[in-house]
């Protein structure tokens, strides 16, 4: 049964039923986190909507044991398989393929096939417990834009931003699965620049959308990944939503950065996409100028052609598409982050999520925040039912959405979304 193709062959097919236009075709092989109503969280791949119990192939023989897991092999979240490096993810990749694959056994086939579940009935949790999580600020669109519009519209980028990728420790306890709702935080703002602070809900909740990767195995602590071996660090990447209180924010952050203006919730995508199943849509980012300094000098592209959107969905109304971004427009490469994130001596776990900070576009419409697609709040946004939006409110559910496509194959994540429920 041995297929020597590649699992990003665009030539495979499945004897497993895709619909057309799915964002999972045997070329996508993901890896995601879930249950089903009674019983534990374990892991699971995902081929058009069915989902495929990575404990049940186990159990009968058909994918190696998780080293050190002898009665727990797939169960819970992915950090267990992670920590068996990327070499056994790679493998368990291409072996999922081989066994998805027509040219595959009626035998093999059977005992597959006792491994599905309808993703309809799958309850998706995080794919990894994630051990922390920075954010950057890697987008030269979305740093230039909150420059202008927050300090000098002349001299828009600090004068860091050009030499490294900025970034800030977030919080990992408050990250979210998809489709768990978010609530309106509470917090401290200045409405009136001349009037003291006050408290109550946030009146510019702003959603941010992002990419982030999540890494594996990482490095020991005072020891660096170098630039050149950073993407073996990356496992995969996910939809990311960092939800922002734009006012609370603004009012805080001098002179130590994002806090609680950022901290109370973000959503991420359920199926980790393996960087690996991304490789054909590498791409060159941004040309850089100044040159980095040579701990940040990549050879190559380090980037990836992603095709991202945002819709939002008033409680009762109908969709509306708000903002259509790409990942290749990111300044700062995954590679020349982890690299920056790690020069320092500090250490990176399997599990960690690094985000990518707002991925902006050249246009008006590529804006990838509300702050920024409504110019903070002096430009409203038509919806679809004639409804207008300076920021989110209450009830409004924010979906991001993205996929990678060529040579007639598809490599999506689903989707992200969050709905927001009025502050306490
Ligand atoms: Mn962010």
New binding site residues.
Partial sequence: MANPLSANDPKLTSWVTVPTGSDFPIQNIPFGVGNTAGTKSRAFTRIGDTAIDLRVLWKVGLIPEVDGQENASYMGRMNCVLRCGRPFVRALRQRLSELLRNEAAPEVREQVAKAFVPVAELIMDLPVDVGDYT???SSREHATNVGKMFRDPANALLPNWLHLPVGYH?RASSIVPSGVPVRRPNGQFKPDPNAPPVFGPTRQLDF?L?VAFITCPGNALGERIPVERAEEHIFGLVL?N?W?ARDIQAWEYVPLG?FLG?NFG?SMSPWVVTLDALEPFRVAGPEQDPEPLPYLRTIGPHSFDIALEVALTPEEGPETTICRSNFKHMYWSMAQQLAHHTVNGCNVRCGDVM????ISGPEPGSYGSMLELSWRGTKPLTLADGSERKFIADGDTVIMRGHAERNGVRIGFGEVRAQVLPAT
Avoid: R
Wanted: glycine fraction near 12%; avoid cysteine.
């Fill in positions: 954010d950057f600020y977030g941010e992002e990311f960092d922002s994002p950022k973000s985000a990518s900070g707002t």
